[in-house]
């Protein structure tokens, strides 16, 4: 995945609370794989209308919106279902960042593995942002994972809290399995040592 430093870009405010899952993917598309097209998949039913025509009133089509990296939205955003393919969705229309309140406990795990930054802030502060991004359509948000803090489209900056293990992923652009197969020569090491001295532990490998 690509490493997230800092990101500053348009951001769109979502204002509606306890967007789950199925509204940034329908399940019915579930079984694609994983690509580019899922770009095209996001909040369809909400930016589509039933013949594929942009909705018009959906924030995300509106010109000064358009091409947003970063999404503020209000509490338990990613709720519902879990599916990583929201993520999937995110990410492949070029969201690097959602600042909420809260989220979806599933969701928000999906994102560190997949490279969007999910943000938490008090549920004032994303109001406040998104109350600014309204009267300032097409405004943009610095997200900084290595200061750690947004700064909002007034210049003020906000500080917030993530886990080191998973800014040194995002920051490196590794998910957990990468960043496993980093520490590969100190496992096989242990490995040996483990099977020298407790040898009736040993898992035989069959070719």
Known sequence: MDPFTSVTAVAVPFDAVNIDTDRVIPARFLHKPRGPEYAGLLFHDVRFDEDGRERADFIMNQPAFRGARIIVAADNFGCGSSREHAVWALA?????AVIAPSFGDIFFNNCFK???LP???PAET???LRRQLHAMPGASITVDLEAQTVTG???AHIPFAVDPFRRQ???RGEDEIALTLG???AI???ERRHAGEEPWLAVERRA
């Open 169 to 171: 992923g995002l920051l």
């Open 183 to 185: 520490h590969e020569a």
């Open 126 to 128: 994303a109001a406040v």
């Open 114 to 116: 997949i490279g969007v």
């Open 92 to 96: 492949a229309y070029g969201i690097r």
């Open 188 to 190: 096989a090491a242990f």
């Open 119 to 121: 943000v938490v802030v």
């Open 153 to 155: 489209p007034d210049g």
